[in-house]
């Protein structure tokens, strides 16, 4: 039988962001999935060497990698479409749960366990339930560093959407976020030879 789950994954290069924004470099879902694991990872680590954490930090950067996931199928909605009112809020979840089904249906029985414990948040392991909270934050996380290299290049487009990301994730209350955004988040806003 032909399974084509890993390959559905592999388009995410296909599916562009932002897609309402004028950008001066577009961002893609491939490109916003692997920043956000890198810096789930980087969340884990800091709350376990800072704060005494005990964080699965691969776990949090393999939660990262797939948080999208859905949106091979449904592409990316845009934050005010997809955050207008409740009802399209639970309309667009009804639509990712669907997503999310179609896509563990296209991997061989032996593996949808496996994939359905990343893909529909089920707590498979202890502190899962912690490390999705890291990965929310570091997904809003990638948003505001996408704003700071947009306003960085020129495109005043972006400049609403970094204070309203920067209100969310003061609001999350994460203190390994904070501790990124006091300690890595200002080289975000500096040429490559001001960070050598």
């Given at each position: 039988m032909n399974h084509s789950f890993f390959a559905l994954m592999g388009r995410m290069k296909y599916i562009s962001r932002w897609a309402l924004m004028r950008n001066t470099h577009s961002e893609n879902l491939a490109d916003h999935s692997h920043e956000?694991?890198?810096?789930?990872?980087?969340?884990?680590?800091?709350?376990?060497?800072?704060?005494?954490?005990?964080?699965?930090?691969?776990?949090?950067?393999?939660?990262?990698?797939?948080h999208d996931a859905p949106e091979i199928l449904t592409g990316d909605m845009p934050t005010?479409?997809?955050?207008?009112?409740?009802?399209?809020?639970?309309?667009?979840?009804?639509?990712?749960e669907k997503a999310q089904e179609t896509l563990l249906d296209k991997l061989p029985d032996y593996l949808q366990d496996d994939f359905r414990q990343i893909l529909q948040g089920e707590?498979?392991?202890?502190?899962?339930?912690?490390?999705?909270?890291?990965?929310?934050a570091a997904d809003k996380l990638c948003a505001l560093i996408k704003c700071i290299e947009e306003e960085k290049a020129g495109n005043t487009e972006?400049?609403?959407?970094?204070?309203?990301?920067?209100?969310?994730?003061?609001?999350?209350r994460c203190p390994e976020a904070e501790i990124f955004m006091r300690e890595f988040l200002p080289s975000y806003s500096m040429t490559l030879d001001e960070q050598k």
């Open positions: 956000t694991a890198v810096i789930a990872h980087a969340l884990a680590l800091i709350g376990n060497r800072k704060l005494g954490r005990h964080y699965n930090a691969e776990r949090a950067a393999l939660l990262g990698l797939y005010p479409v997809k955050y207008h009112d409740p009802e399209m809020k639970n309309a667009y979840r009804r639509v990712e707590d498979a392991q202890e502190g899962d339930a912690e490390l999705r909270t890291l990965v929310k972006f400049i609403q959407a970094g204070r309203s990301t920067r209100r969310i994730l003061e609001n999350l």
